[in-house]
């Protein structure tokens, strides 16, 4: 159950963050189509 609980709360971040990264992109639901976006996107 810890890694469970470690995998939601790593998945809950990750959308926030890209929630508000998105905002000014392309509204609060986008999320790019490749993880290599997805990295960048995490670096900003």
Not at 16 to 39: M, R
Request: hydrophobic fraction near 35%; include cysteine; aromatic fraction near 6%.
């Amino acid at each position: 159950m810890k890694s469970f609980s470690r995998t939601a709360g790593f998945m809950l971040m990750l959308l926030l963050v890209l929630t508000n990264s998105g905002c000014g992109q392309k509204g609060p639901l986008y999320l790019p189509d490749k993880p290599e976006k997805i990295e960048q996107h995490g670096r900003i």
